[in-house]
């Protein structure tokens, strides 16, 4: 679990940080690291082409194109806990700077986490994933967050729930879905879980969109 920098900067605005601007983001990324209690958990199911085990329908063509040529598929959570937001908070009260960069930092932190334990799930299982894809991704709607999170039993299990609006609780969390794709483990499979999610989602106005020039390259 690491804090990529140049994702840290696409949150906060970009440019090129001065010295002092380093430091600060330093402080960030230790404050965050330290704060992090990170758990997750999974749950493997068979797919039908349409439902997960026949009792989860995503409603979703893009985690059906996802999906396609699948016959299992897992659903996955996971959480920096919420020591993560009180960190946030005391950086607040020492100046808004500190507080957006904290948070920055802490959104590294989580997909850097998700893709840690999505790598260990497919070593574990012997399997080669496809992307992963959350809630609000695409057209896969984010009310569905309440359901992936019951039939993970989250709330139980790494001390994560959904709250108003379906947001997850604590704030820097993710629940996502990801195929199994019909071989064993592969690190270098180009539909694994680090090719880039916003390549697939149709939020074409989001903020934190990355440009096609700056997702990750297929490795050779």
Do not use: W
């Amino acid at each position: 679990m690491n804090v990529d920098r140049k994702e840290l900067l696409r949150y906060v605005g970009g440019g090129e940080p001065d010295e002092a601007m380093n430091a600060r983001i330093d402080e960030a990324i230790a404050a965050a690291t330290a704060a992090a209690q990170p758990r997750s958990c999974f749950r493997r199911f068979s797919y039908d082409g349409r439902t997960l085990g026949g009792v989860y329908d995503p409603e979703s063509r893009d985690v059906a194109e996802l999906l396609r040529g699948c016959k299992e598929a897992f659903l996955f959570a996971a959480t920096l806990g919420g020591g993560i937001e009180r960190e946030t908070e005391k950086a607040f009260a020492r100046g808004s700077l500190g507080a957006l960069l904290t948070d920055a930092a802490a959104s590294c932190l989580i997909e850097s986490y998700c893709d840690d334990e999505c790598e260990r799930i497919a070593k574990e299982e012997n399997v080669t994933l496809t992307l992963r894809f959350s809630c609000g991704y695409g057209d896969y709607p984010l009310t569905h967050q309440r359901e992936v999170c019951r039939l993970l039993d989250t709330q139980r299990r790494i001390g994560l729930y959904v709250g108003e609006n379906s947001l997850l609780m604590p704030r820097k969390s993710v629940t996502a879905i990801a195929g199994v794709i019909a071989h064993s483990y592969s690190p270098t499979d180009r539909r694994g879980h680090t090719a880039d999610k916003c390549a697939k989602c149709a939020a074409l106005s989001c903020p934190y969109r990355r440009s096609p020039a700056s997702y990750p390259e297929e490795k050779k």
